[in-house]
């Protein structure tokens, strides 16, 4: 398939689903978020087709990124990063009264998981198949889990004013509930991934002073 064919089809999937969230019902919730996986997913679909195209495939210049770990840890980055960009967009243009600070405050959640979710996965490259790597694949997990319940739940905070209902956006609301599920994952997630780059950059400032 054309690669431009799959990016608009990636971007008009990922606009659907925002205009679900914003003007659907709460019954459409679900459907939202398939199109904007299906999004996400032609959008990749795309890139790589570019990519071949080109004959500039990132992967095969890179050794370090040709696992299928790697890969993946990079696809999940992207995805969090899409959701990431929506949350915000929908906090400031569509929560009002104290669902702004509702939603801003798990957005900030979000964006914090996230950039640790990228710091460890740039910082960390262990042997695959390690003891290392399985640390660093479970800490990555607990930190993409919780920035990913992080955003869900500023969607479904900016979808209403819990003090007041001055406005709900039902479909955005209904979201809140699947976001709650994943709080303690982000509370554990923040603690987890600092302490972990923390000890990453400790090693390897203990392994430069010995090879010194």
Not at 26 to 33: E, M, P, S, V
Not at 79 to 104: C, F, K
Request: charged share 10%.
């Amino acid at each position: 398939m054309n690669e431009r064919v799959l990016n608009i089809g990636g971007f008009g999937s990922i606009a659907v689903a925002v205009a679900l969230l914003i003007f659907g019902s709460a019954t459409l919730a679900i459907l939202a978020l398939a199109f904007l996986g299906l999004g996400v997913v032609l959008l990749l679909a795309g890139l790589v087709q570019m990519k071949k195209k080109d004959g500039t495939d990132a992967i095969a210049r890179s050794p370090s990124l040709a696992t299928r770990s790697d890969r993946v840890v990079w696809i999940a980055a992207a995805i969090l990063a899409g959701l990431a960009a929506i949350a915000s967009i929908v906090a400031a243009t569509v929560a009002v009264g104290e669902a702004t600070g509702h939603a801003a405050g798990h957005l900030v959640v979000g964006l914090a998981g996230l950039l640790l979710f990228a710091g460890l996965a740039l910082a960390c490259r262990p042997q695959p198949g390690s003891g290392k790597a399985s640390i660093r694949g479970m800490v990555l997990l607990i930190l993409g889990v919780g920035a990913f319940g992080s955003f869900i739940e500023s969607l479904g905070g900016a979808g209403y004013d819990a003090a007041n209902l001055e406005r709900r956006v039902e479909s955005l609301a209904s979201l809140h509930g699947i976001g709650v599920l994943f709080g303690p994952v982000a509370l554990l997630a923040i603690p987890l991934g600092a302490v972990t780059i923390l000890l990453v950059a400790c090693s390897a400032i203990v392994t430069r002073i010995r090879h010194a």
